[in-house]
Nanobody, 124 residues
Framework: QVQLVESGGGLVQAGGSLRLSCTAS????????VGWFRQAPGKERDFVAA?????????YYADSVKGRFTISRDNAKNTVALQMNSLEPEDTAVYYC????????????????WGQGTQVTVSS
């Protein structure tokens, strides 16, 4: 059973940047697509970005983050990163990663246990 742990969140001013990491243990995730999701207070968990398995040649982003966020993977380290630039207060949320079933709209967790996530807070 793979376990994913998110890290890298914090408090940043609007316009700033953060880099989140998703570190896997238990098995290699190179053969899986991986996605990032986020949940703001009082709202449902939403899809943010996904990257294809193995070489990560295919990526997909929610419209709200396109052009500002970049997802990447390092199979040697068994990690997936989310570089977040030009952050906005609306990006404030707890961010989670999971193995997903597709690299396009509607990507869903394929059974990864949700971790504790990492809190991102963007002040105006």
């Amino acid at each position: 059973q793979v376990q994913l742990v998110e890290s890298g969140g914090g408090l940043v001013q609007a316009g700033g940047s953060l880099r989140l990491s998703c570190t896997a243990s238990g098995r290699t995730i190179s053969g899986y697509a991986v996605g990032w999701f986020r949940q703001a207070p009082g709202k449902e968990r939403d899809f943010v970005a996904a990257i294809s398995w193995w070489d990560g040649s295919s990526t997909y982003y929610a419209d709200s983050v396109k052009g500002r966020f970049t997802i990447s993977r390092d199979n040697a380290k068994n990690t997936v990163a989310l570089q977040m630039n030009s952050l906005e207060p609306e990006d404030t949320a707890v961010y989670y990663c999971a193995l997903v079933d597709r690299v396009r709209s509607g990507a869903r967790n394929i059974g990864t246990n949700w971790g504790q996530g990492t809190q991102v807070t963007v002040s105006s």
